[in-house]
């Protein structure tokens, strides 16, 4: 897939990686905002379409889930992606992994109130995590693999996620993710930015815009559904798009 030189610009086109924020930074900045991520109106407002990801997502999980499922959530934050899960299927043993002990901490405590057999938390960056093969019925993934840097990143870390997953798995994402065309990125990128002013202001817009510069290095759609051919996956589909916003799930 194409490759995007990185802009000079306001609009992130493609990974910088140089002076992308360290773990540890990523890390404080999310165990200080639990409470707005406890909350789904406020927590996920920056992604386009959040509510919706997750109730479709979680509908689709109802399709293929049992009571009793084994589910892994990827950068779960307070829990909100598998809170929403536990409404269409439960009890559900649940996963929850993070690099913020207290987005665990509390996602924990809300998902045991909510229908979860079991939660068990692990603290750590993704790319370090480690499962048995086919532990899982399905792996979530909301707002966690644009944290992802280089190419060998994201095929290291997707062939782990076709490993964990037992036959019939699926994996379900959704995420920020970018335009292979230039063009067409600094056009969905005004969109965004548009949203984001109507929800508070230029203020907001520019405080977003800087995290994102900061911190992510999403990569497009085609990339992403083209990699989960490569490591084995067997289909995938799209569930939702909006923007620089998408969801879709890949069937082991």
Known sequence: MQTLAPSPSSV????AYAGKSTLDEIRARFDNDVERFSNLETGQQAAMDSPLALELVAQSCATHLEAGAKVLDLGCGAGNFTLRVLKEVHPLDCHLADLSQPMLTRAKSRVLATGAATATTYQSDLRALDFAPESFDAILAGAVLHHLRDDSDWLDVFTKLH????PGGRLYVADLVWFDMPEVQDLMWSRYGRYLESLGGADYRAKVFAYVEKEDS??????QLDLTRRVGFSGYDVLHRNSVFACYFAIK
């Open 12 to 15: 992130p086109h493609a990974p």
């Open 163 to 166: 490993r964990w997953l037992r």
């Open 218 to 223: 999403p990569r497009s759609l085609p990339f």
